[in-house]
């Protein structure tokens, strides 16, 4: 097996693992509905829709 002959540096090691341990804004889209910014293919928060169906009341809501 192989074994590496030196140590990796911290600087090395947070370099590498930075691409994958980085934060990322979610994807937005305007819901047909109302308007509103949401998270796609998820109900809206805000009405409460999705694809065309009444599935949660939402903030503005019927119910």
Request: hydrophobic share 30%.
């Amino acid at each position: 097996m192989a074994v590496p002959k030196r140590k990796t540096s911290r600087a090395n090691t947070r370099k590498r693992r930075s691409e994958h341990d980085k934060v990322v804004a979610p994807a937005l889209v305007a819901c047909p509905a109302c308007g509103e910014m949401m998270v796609p293919h998820r109900a809206c928060p805000a009405c409460g829709k999705y694809r065309g169906r009444q599935v949660t009341s939402g903030e503005q809501g019927e119910g």
